[in-house]
């Protein structure tokens, strides 16, 4: 770490609340770039400065003030990554409100479930329809005070009683107070941030300002993060992850943020803004893998050898830079001589769909698929795996510099000590773990060890000298009706290593065996059934008996190193990928477990009841 770098890392830790990053940054880099974004009316790229950034989140003080919200009132977003979501944040901190950040792509009736669960005064969104779409919900909000159009000037009042108006004209109301009030303090509340909810009602997590600063201190030491960082941002704000990794870090650090057009532009924007760092969910990174793959599987046959190869020195080599296992080939003495072109021709290209600066990047919210993870590290890709989870700020461990095991999350980062409990459940201790969930002071109890670890509910494994294994949630473990206990998540991360599949479902508990529902890859699936002469389009295909017994049998060699009863037996094949927006995604891309098995309810139990593959 360079002298500048360990003096911006002793700033950070000097820290006590949120609004001490912007305070600093703003006074130290006035003229720097603060946040970058793309101005689709005038098809170019916006940059705004901390000094300009700085004034936007007084005016927003100031009508904050107006309005007459006192410290501590919750008040909620509902807003894409841009910068008015970043400037409501800091306005509202900097008051001592508690931020509330609704997820964009959530349901109505969700959203009209945590404005009243928080007992949110203010909202401030988009425009008209989306805030009529939860007006009109048939919910009554019964604490909201004032919704705030950014996007639009409409006027008027929803449900009797709430007013809306634009953003220009809520912001004006605050031009003659001339007094902001006090900060907050660090035992403060900084955000209620609702869980994703796989199951039940969202819970509200009461994160402290000490516990988010405290988890921006243990990331950005780890990353060795400078003012010189540019972060492309895509993932929302309401994810705890983005808010912490990429957003408050990027403010303490003096660090660029730029967001993206929109999620198709992703592979695009990497190359055009050339990040350094970037934190990302797995779904992105599998469809930049599969572009590869497909790229591989038309090249000619000698350009594909190299491609092999390239990938077999790069691991090698990357092991023997991480303290991993070799593993050895016959070609092996080769690797010297060949190593430099192979990397030129491969592995650069690989590199180079990132960018050519990216010198972080850290995936989480769910686990990468170790295959897609060990060709990235082996071409020379700065993948790193991060941990966590909103109770915690989120951020628990981090894969490291050196010593990075892709099969790991790394080990805790400063100030967290970890544990494994009863059936190895991870637990964990630090400054960054939550205060407990909004109203819910059971759920709060059941959430923490008699002695204060908080539970994770994730099975780990800490015997690679502390670095985190994730073996898979407790609460998915399949146990079927003879007994035999399966990871699900092991059995699908096996089966997809076949590209035949995007997704898999593994189901059976409480059933004699194990199967599993899977969406195909659209080419490959063409691809099968010509070999089979069917017609890929037809529905009716998916569900001829020849066709199963194909894909079982690719699902078998997937899962050929599992015991005999981890195995599926049946499966069910069908058309409709799983997104967020069908509801069978969370926001972080993991898998909803049981809206899938109700949305597939038919067809699972035709699996255990119905004719076999």
């Known amino acids: 770490m360079c002298a500048w770098s360990v003096i911006l890392s002793r700033f950070i830790d000097e820290f006590k609340t949120i609004p001490e990053f912007l305070v600093r940054t703003a006074r130290i880099w006035p003229d720097r770039p603060a946040y970058r974004w793309y101005d689709n009316r005038t098809n170019t790229w916006v940059t705004l400065s901390w000094r300009e950034f700085s004034e936007r989140v007084r005016r927003w003080r100031k009508a904050f003030v107006k309005m007459g919200l006192k410290h501590g009132d919750r008040v909620a977003m509902l807003l894409p990554n841009n910068v008015d979501a970043l400037t409501f944040d800091q306005a509202a901190l900097a008051n001592g409100l508690v931020p509330v950040p609704l997820h964009a792509i959530d349901t109505a009736g969700s959203s009209c479930y945590i404005l009243n669960d928080s007992q949110a005064r203010f909202l401030v969104t988009v425009g008209y329809a989306r805030w009529n779409n939860l007006a009109e919900a048939g919910v009554e909000l019964n604490y909201l005070e004032q919704v705030v159009l950014t996007n639009e000037s409409d006027t008027g009042v929803s449900q009797g009683r709430i007013p809306y108006c634009g953003m220009e004209e809520w912001l004006a109301r605050g031009n003659d107070v001339t007094e902001l009030p006090a900060g907050p303090s660090p035992d403060d509340l900084a955000a209620f941030v609702y869980t994703s909810g796989t199951t039940g009602r969202p819970k509200g ?25 540019v972060y492309l941002s895509y993932l929302p704000l309401s994810h705890s992850f983005e808010r912490t990794a990429s957003y408050y870090c990027g403010v303490a650090c003096g660090a660029n943020l730029t967001f993206v057009r929109n999620v198709n532009t992703i592979a695009d924007d990497l190359v055009e803004i050339n990040p350094t760092i ?23 046959s000698k350009m594909a050898y190299f491609f092999d190869w390239a990938q077999e020195v790069g691991w090698r080599t990357y092991c023997r830079e991480h303290d991993i296992a070799v593993e050895h080939s016959a ?4 690797d010297p001589f060949v190593r430099g072109y192979l990397d030129r ?12 600066r990216m010198r972080r990047m850290i995936v989480g919210g769910a686990a990468l698929n170790y295959s897609i993870s060990k060709f990235l590290c082996a071409m020379g890709v700065p993948v790193r795996q991060g941990y966590g989870l909103t109770e915690s700020s989120p951020i628990i461990a981090i894969g490291e510099h050196k010593g990075n095991h892709p099969e790991t999350v790394g080990r805790p980062l400063k100030n967290i000590e970890a544990r494994l409990g009863e059936m190895d459940e991870l637990q964990v201790r630090g400054p960054q773990v939550m205060k407990g969930y909004w109203g819910r002071p059971e759920d709060t109890a059941r959430a923490f060890t008699e002695d204060g670890w908080l539970r994770t509910g994730d099975q780990a494994d800490l015997s690679d000298g502390g670095r985190i294994r994730i073996k898979g949630r407790i609460k998915e473990i399949i146990v079927t009706s003879v007994g035999e206990k399966i990871s699900p998540v092991d059995l699908e991360f096996a089966i997809q290593e076949d590209h035949l599949f995007d997704q898999v479902l593994v189901v059976g508990e409480n059933r004699p065996y194990v199967a599993c529902i899977v969406v195909p890859n659209k080419e490959r699936w063409e691809a099968l059934c010509r070999d089979l002469q069917h017609d890929p389009y037809d529905p009716a295909t998916m569900g001829l008996r020849d066709v199963r017994v194909a894909v079982l049998k690719r699902i078998r060699h997937a899962t050929k190193d599992f015991p005999r009863y981890g195995q599926p037996r049946n499966v069910a094949i069908v058309p409709e990928a799983w997104t967020v927006e069908n509801g069978l995604l969370t926001t972080t891309m993991k898998l909803r477990r049981k809206q899938i098995t109700e949305r597939f309810e038919a067809e699972i139990e035709e699996l255990y009841t119905g004719h076999s593959a």
């Open 205 to 229: 997590v009461m994160l402290t300002h000490r516990n988010v600063v405290s988890n921006v201190q243990q990331t950005a030491d780890n990353l060795q993060l400078t003012e010189n960082d």
């Open 278 to 300: 970037l934190c990302s969910v797995p779904r992105v990174i599998e469809r930049i893998y599969s572009r590869v793959m497909a790229m591989r599987r038309k090249m000619p």
């Open 331 to 334: 070609r092996e003495f080769l």
């Open 345 to 356: 021709k491969m592995a650069q290209p690989v590199r180079n769909l990132f960018g050519t």
